[in-house]
């Protein structure tokens, strides 16, 4: 039976497609650029994207002539838009549906890099996936995680048993660790479907670092990026709320 975060993502997958799709989304005017930074070098590399969504980020991975790459995802339906933009593309990239919190049940291969966007907030058990990735790592493996900013989960309302939250519920709750339900911003990008709640959880700035250190990962970087200049110009009311709450922190890890 699919559990309430894969139904979510298969009823979302299309807004979320066309949301990422925009070339003004955050993800790739913000995200991308400053993961692009940091990226190693991944000719010849094994990769595993864990929860892949619609496989974006492989296909941009894909340019650097990695030896192979394996995306990992709980929603058939984001994959099913992965697969076909991979036929699209003629892409060597494989999915395949799984849950990434205990992947090493499932998958026993080592790999060169291991990445993951904007998936974490939706694990409970944060060490036991951060010791996963230590374990699944070659010995000169580098792991990119980029979560979303934990000034920006601390402000999603609190699950009240599936009642919808009111606008004015978008506060900063920092440490309380309870479940989040909230409609996700970017959901109009497909009017086809109706407001519905997503879950997830808030991590802290200290669960994420003491996983990290459980797991005797070596933290590299640790970047906040900004907002493009341009956006002060024409859209500056896009670019102050981002300064206000940031959506991304991105980890650099090291074995
Ligand atoms: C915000 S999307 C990010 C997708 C992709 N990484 C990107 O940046 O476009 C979150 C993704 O995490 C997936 N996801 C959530 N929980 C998961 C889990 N436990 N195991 C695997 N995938 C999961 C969802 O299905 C969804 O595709």
């Given at each position: 039976m699919k559990n309430e975060i894969e139904k979510n993502w298969d009823e979302m997958s299309k807004a979320y497609e066309n949301f990422t799709e925009d070339e003004e989304s955050y993800s790739y005017t913000i995200e991308w650029p400053c993961i692009k930074k940091i990226?190693?070098?991944?000719?010849?590399k094994r990769i595993l994207d864990l929860g892949c969504g619609t496989g974006r980020f492989d296909f941009l991975f894909e340019k650097e002539n990695p030896i192979s790459m394996l995306g990992l995802d709980i929603s058939e339906e984001m994959l099913d838009i992965a697969k076909e933009k991979s036929v699209n593309r003629n892409s060597k990239v494989e999915f395949i549906k799984g849950?990434?919190?205990?992947?090493n049940t499932y998958i026993d291969e080592k790999f060169d890099f291991i990445f993951s966007s904007?998936?974490?907030?939706?694990?409970?058990?944060l060490k036991g996936l951060f010791n996963n990735i230590y374990n699944a790592l070659n010995e000169k493996g580098i792991c990119i995680v980029s979560v979303m900013n934990p000034v920006y989960t601390a402000q999603y309302p609190i699950d009240k048993n599936g009642k919808f939250p009111s606008?004015?519920?978008?506060?900063?709750?920092?440490?309380?660790?309870s479940k989040r339900a909230y409609i996700q911003p970017?959901?109009?990008?497909?009017?086809k479907i109706k407001d519905f709640l997503s879950t997830s959880y808030h991590h802290t700035f200290g669960d994420y670092l003491n996983a990290i250190i459980s797991a005797g990962l070596k933290i590299e970087r640790v970047e906040e990026p900004y907002p493009p200049e341009k956006w002060k110009q024409n859209n500056y009311g896009r670019y102050n709320s981002f300064i206000e709450t940031p959506s991304y922190m991105i980890l650099k890890l090291s074995k």
């Open positions: 990226l190693p070098n991944l000719q010849g849950d990434i919190s205990n992947f904007t998936v974490f907030h939706y694990i409970s058990d606008d004015d519920e978008w506060i900063v709750k920092y440490l309380d660790k970017w959901i109009e990008y497909n009017d």
